[in-house]
């Protein structure tokens, strides 16, 4: 029954680091009861333990419903926002579908339908860091592999919240008319520090 009570759920990839100030940095944004997530900033961290940043693909503050997602689209299924330290209400999760039954990608998935429904904020601050390592998943066959189809599901479930049009605190969510096929992952070739998305 403790689960029903939590209100927000962090989300931290198991290599990364979430930072001592975090929590406290991205809980106040959800004063707005618009904003159903919130993420900070990410500095890489390297094997030498030297940290290196880079340029966030979005603006600085409220992100409206659904135009995380429209950047996606626009950059062939590749996300602005990194769904490794998200901080989202635990309801929308829910409410969304959860995390996906894919082998890659699914968290994108998720993020996709939820940042469709909800407004989030992107905090200027850093709040986490991304560990640099020979082992991450991402790098893995099975990833490359597997990249385009969960990006293309993601894809698929904002076509379909789309056709439903669902509303989520009065916030309607957008009519699209977009074929659903993901390009190549940018994150396959991208060095640390570097914003792939320019």
Known sequence: MLDQLVELVQVLDHDDVLLPHAL???????????????????????PDGTRTSY????????IGAGAVNSWAIDHEA????HCAALMMRTDLVRAAGGWAASP???????????SELA??????????LYRIHEQQTHKTDMSRLHSQTGRTIALQRIQALSRVGLNVNGQPTPVRNFEAQAGDAAKYNVAP??????
């Open 119 to 128: 407004a989030g904020y992107n905090d200027e601050a850093v709040t986490w």
């Open 78 to 81: 590749n996300w602005p926002v």
């Open 193 to 198: 520090g570097t914003s792939w998305w320019k």
């Open 24 to 46: 406290r940095t991205l809980i106040p944004h959800f004063d707005n009861p618009q904003v159903g997530w919130a993420c900070g900033q990410a500095d890489d961290l390297l």
């Open 55 to 62: 340029e966030s693909a979005m603006p600085f503050g409220t």
């Open 104 to 114: 890659i990608d699914e968290d994108i998935i998720m993020f996709a339908a939820l």
